[in-house]
């Protein structure tokens, strides 16, 4: 698994071909309702940090930091975070 983002949603995938089946999966919208392209999305190098902020539970200051390879393996498939919500 690697993880991937298109700058404003990072996801947590198979491969670059899988991540439009992830957003499907896990978002509920396809790339063609969200005017989206696989060519929109790059790979995070597996050893750049990453900081997740949880705001819906304890607020601003509840954040988690890991590599790119640690989250991978942490969270496996799916929908990591997002700059919008």
């Known amino acids: 698994m690697k993880v991937y983002t298109n700058h404003t949603d990072t996801v947590v995938a198979a491969d670059i071909a899988d991540i439009e089946r992830v957003i499907e999966e896990y978002c509920g919208y396809t790339f ?5 392209s696989v060519d929109d999305w790059i790979e995070v190098p597996s050893d750049q940090s990453i900081t997740i902020c949880n705001m819906h539970d304890n607020g601003p200051d509840d954040k988690e930091t890991h590599t790119a390879a640690e989250w991978a393996k942490i969270e496996g498939r799916g929908f990591l975070g997002s700059t919008e919500w």
């Open 32 to 36: 063609e309702q969200e005017g989206m």
